[in-house]
């Protein structure tokens, strides 16, 4: 049956009373009454609610059938919602809306708690039978850029290349698959180089659909992106026959990450044509820091915390004609994609949006990194 994902994001780690449009799933402390957390199923709109502790982590979830099974045999008065998850040790929770929807397809659960590696709670994924919904949705076209050596994950990549290796009982690259898929991407290419006989094999039984572009060079992570558009020029010129733009999302293989349909489609509705998809990370330093001016002590800030923005390698291309034109005229050549960028916007004069990305993202490109991730892919 096919159905239709809406994914919330939670902000609120202290516990702090939320609008149940914000976050639709009530959140309540292990600590509070079996009385008080049945009122609060009673209203809710999809009978459960997600248990956290103090921090923020997620303890379990609790449906109004465990809260029924649990009044009938066992003495509620005094009881508290603690008691309750004693009963209820397994629970399922999931990295990014993609993983939420396996979750569901195969237990059949309507809600699928998001936590980040800590198991912080930071959204949720919720079932919706409106598949209509996703008819409306601009069909997109993904092209995933897979031709990397995975040096730092040697020896694992010495016969596979990253996007082949399992995560769980499915390719890298399946889970990229899933993640666009859900962003309305209906036709996918991926640019191989590196064991490109790997990912030939891959395709030739693999169950998704997709076009298959081998580097006979090493092109860098910009170099593929020229390669596709000549390769496929035709093609996109008939495609813009009929309508004024098309959608590119471009993103590198080895990578999970949740990017929700706001994003793409408010970038859709705006001027621009070209975006970066960014995360916003922070350093704290262990030391404090000291400010000076000529030499002289000017102020301490103790243990500071600096924030970055970064480049996810999640790129959004807005194709028409006159860019169609524009990329063509770059050759076909080695070059990372910020360079390329910096080279479109110098020949173009097009400005290049930045937009943040607010689930988990992951570049699965140490085996601390690929360790760290698969523990939640354990089925």
Not at 75 to 98: G, M, Q, R, T
Not at 129 to 142: D, M, P, Q, V, W
Not at 314 to 329: A, R, V
């Amino acid at each position: 049956m096919k159905f239709l994902i809406e994914t919330y994001t939670y902000k609120d780690p202290k516990l702090k009373k939320i609008k149940e449009d914000d976050f639709p799933i009530p959140i309540i402390n292990s600590r509070d009454s079996i009385k008080n957390a049945s009122e609060i199923l009673s209203h809710s709109k999809y009978r459960c609610c997600f248990i956290l502790d103090k921090d923020g982590k997620i303890l379990n979830y609790v449906s109004q059938g465990d809260l029924l099974r649990f009044i009938e045999k066992r003495d509620y008065v005094k009881s508290k919602i603690e008691d309750l998850i004693k009963f209820k040790p397994n629970f399922k929770v999931a990295l990014n809306s993609a993983q939420a929807k396996r979750i569901m397809q195969k237990h059949d659960y309507d809600v699928i708690p998001l936590v980040d590696l800590d198991n912080h709670l930071i959204g949720a994924s919720i079932r919706s039978s409106n598949y209509k919904k996703s008819a409306t949705k601009k069909e997109r076209i993904g092209l995933i850029i897979s031709g990397g050596l995975g040096k730092r994950l040697l020896p694992l990549t010495k016969e596979t290349p990253k996007p082949l290796l399992k995560l769980g009982n499915k390719t890298i690259l399946d889970h990229v698959f899933d993640s666009l898929e859900l962003l309305g991407v209906r036709y996918f290419n991926v640019m191989a180089g590196h064991l490109s006989e790997k990912f030939q094999r891959y395709k030739a039984v693999s169950e998704r659909p997709y076009k298959l572009f081998i580097e006979k060079s090493p092109l860098g992570t910009g170099g593929p992106l020229l390669k596709w558009i000549h390769e496929e020029s035709e093609l996109l010129i008939n495609e813009l026959k009929n309508k004024d733009n098309l959608t590119i999302i471009v993103c590198n293989g080895d990578l999970i990450f949740e990017v929700d349909e706001q994003t793409i489609s408010s970038f859709e509705k705006s001027n621009y044509k070209i975006c970066i998809l960014s995360r916003n990370l922070q350093y704290s330093l262990k030391f404090g820091l000291i400010e000076t001016r000529n030499h002289l002590l000017k102020s301490f800030k103790e243990k500071p915390t600096f924030s970055y923005n970064v480049n996810t390698g999640i790129y959004l291309f807005k194709i028409d004609l006159k860019l169609l034109n524009q990329l063509k005229k770059f050759p076909v050549s080695k070059i990372d994609m910020p360079d390329l960028l910096i080279k479109v916007k110098s020949k173009t004069r097009e400005n290049i949006l930045i937009k943040e990305i607010k689930g988990n993202y992951f570049d699965l490109g140490t085996p601390d990194d690929l360790l760290e991730v698969s523990a939640f892919y354990k089925e």
